[in-house]
């Protein structure tokens, strides 16, 4: 048996297609997640008793034998920087010598997006357990951009004019793969996963709006006028703050970053907006006239 590789997040976007594409590699798997019955069937795939992230002595358990860890940022959370460290510390613990993160374009500790300062602080505490690393910095996924859409046909938000190199899933799980397959020519090294432009959301709104056939509009907001326009949802104050701070993270130009990661590492090209609405029609049809 070869090296195993213990896949996080194998029923979500991005773990899920990770894991599908690891099996068709013929690698050996651990796929760890809370609720075992909804982790998909693979080829060579075992599934780990159940553990959350901020289960030190279950994660230890889900990880036993395994010698890369591939550990998908967890949904967020006030807390989400102790559930990493601890995630992180129980792989270490069970022997694992390798972690490749997915974290996020700009982390940073006074990033504008407040949840890319939880992935920074993560980098920073993987790099300090002396294990080998790779981080995949992901901007904002294509998916992201008809979900912006409100009943009303409207993106709100200050994003201002700023620009947005958002990448699609398929492209971040073939990156994945490639870094994951790779042996240690990726150990220390952080890709900046894009795509292959930067679009404004009043961009975005146009090509939402060719596809929908009805008009999807743009209204940027101040941070006064966006909490006023969320407060129904009655969010704690950190979700809040990272909804709102992601678009002023795009009028910064903290996600316009455009980098040859995706075409680097899986020999094609990054898929666009257009690309994606075209091959991905459920995401916008709640978006049809």
Same mark, same amino acid.
């Given at each position: ?22 099996? +068709? ?13 909804? $982790?998909? +069937? ?77 992935? *920074? ?67 220390? $090294? ?17 090509? $939402? ?28 104050? *950190? ?17 316009? +970053? ?25 995401? *916008?049809?709640? $978006?049809?006239?």
């Amino acid at each position: 048996m070869g090296p195993v590789i213990a896949v996080t997040g194998a029923s979500g976007q991005v773990g899920g297609r990770v894991a599908r594409r690891l099996a +068709e590699a013929g690698v050996t798997q651990r796929l760890l997640g809370r609720d075992p019955s909804r $982790l998909p +069937e693979f080829e060579g795939a075992v599934k780990a008793p159940p553990a959350s992230y901020g289960d030190d002595a279950a994660m230890r358990r889900a990880l036993a034998g395994a010698d890369t860890l591939f550990l998908v940022s967890a949904r967020e959370s006030a807390d989400r920087v102790r559930e990493h460290i601890t995630a992180v510390d129980a792989a270490v613990a069970a022997g694992v010598g390798r972690i490749v993160y997915v974290s996020f374009l700009g982390a940073a500790p006074d990033a504008t997006f407040t949840f890319a300062r939880d992935h *920074w602080h993560t980098e920073q505490h993987i790099r300090a357990t002396g294990v080998r690393y790779t981080f995949l910095r992901d901007s904002l996924y294509l998916a992201g951009l008809p979900a912006m859409v409100g009943a009303d046909g409207v993106i709100r938000g200050p994003g201002g004019d700023g620009r947005v190199s958002a990448v699609a899933h398929d492209d971040v799980a073939d990156s994945a793969a490639a870094v994951l397959l790779g042996g240690n020519a990726h150990d220390g $090294l952080r890709y900046d996963l894009t795509g292959p432009d930067a679009l404004t959301l009043a961009e975005a709104a146009a090509e $939402l709006t060719r596809f929908a056939g009805r008009p999807i509009r743009y209204v940027a907001e101040t941070r006064d006028q966006a909490y006023a326009s969320r407060a129904h949802y009655n969010a704690p104050a *950190w979700e809040m703050a990272g909804w709102v701070t992601s678009y002023e993270a795009i009028a910064t130009g903290e996600m316009s +970053e455009v980098s040859t990661a995706v075409p680097n590492l899986t020999g094609r090209p990054a898929q666009n907006l257009a690309g994606y609405l075209t091959t991905h029609p459920r995401a *916008w049809e709640h $978006l049809k006239a």
